[in-house]
């Protein structure tokens, strides 16, 4: 959906290196999702933002992985120390409620 | 229990035909099932949706099929077109306990149209 915007579209990392995953969501949208899409599986929930709030992170790695969305700017997911099993799609969603909106995603490459 | 099973993982349908898609879940608190579209490079997008209290709802030629007893739903996909050929996703949600919806996907299926 165009109307979430999501940056960059690919991301190349080497093993151990920091990626930043930006969003911004659809004007007047102030929650966001962020969905992780390995290859030739279905998207899973990560995270669900409010400006300045982290609502639900329950499908959020315990180790490396945080997100953001504050009051200015958009959403960051921010992956520490990268791995090589961290590369897929990351998909930005956003809503005032039902239906969710994606972005076209970030593809994450580590080498 | 969160689980949504798809099937099959990929189908061709030639043009003109009728194209089926199922999925069936397990957690019965489910109370959304959108079904998503996506192309490649792109991100899913909504195609049509259903709530559990209508067993079938059409919009053109797609038609959600909805079984609550049997906790299965199908999408089908009436004079399909080359330009349906994509990834299909269904989903379920359950309003969460802080009051969000959150989706759990099924691993999709692609769909070929052939001429």
């Known amino acids: 959906n165009a109307g979430v915007m999501q940056n960059p579209r690919h991301l190349v990392r080497r093993r151990g290196q920091e990626a930043r995953l930006r969003c911004s969501p659809m004007?007047?949208?102030?929650?966001v999702y962020w969905y992780r899409q390995l290859p030739e599986e279905g998207l899973k929930f990560m995270v669900y933002?409010?400006?300045?709030?982290?609502?639900?992170e329950s499908g959020m790695p315990k180790e490396r992985f945080s997100a953001e969305f504050p009051k200015e700017g958009p959403s960051i997911l921010r992956i520490q120390q990268v791995v090589r099993g961290d590369s897929a799609a990351y998909f930005c969603?956003?809503?005032?409620?039902?239906?969710?909106?994606f972005g076209n995603g970030t593809r994450l490459t580590v080498t | 229990q969160q689980q949504v099973k798809q099937s099959p993982q990929s189908l061709i349908v030639q043009k003109g035909g009728i194209s089926i898609i199922n999925c069936a879940y397990e957690?019965?608190?489910?109370?959304?099932f959108p079904w998503y579209q996506q192309f490649p490079g792109k991100g899913p997008a909504l195609l049509i949706a259903i709530r559990p209290d209508v067993s079938e709802k059409k919009e053109g030629r797609f038609t959600i099929s909805f079984n609550k007893s049997a906790k299965q739903f199908s999408l089908h996909i009436m004079d399909s077109q080359p330009g349906d050929s994509a990834t299909y996703f269904c989903a379920a949600s359950i309003r969460s306990n802080f009051g969000n919806e959150k989706l759990t996907f099924g691993t999709g299926t692609r769909l070929t149209i052939i001429p």
């Open positions: 933002l409010q400006k300045e709030n982290i609502i639900d």
């Open positions: 004007k007047g949208h102030s929650h």
């Open positions: 969603a956003s809503s005032p409620n039902s239906p969710l909106h």
């Open positions: 957690n019965t608190a489910f109370d959304y």
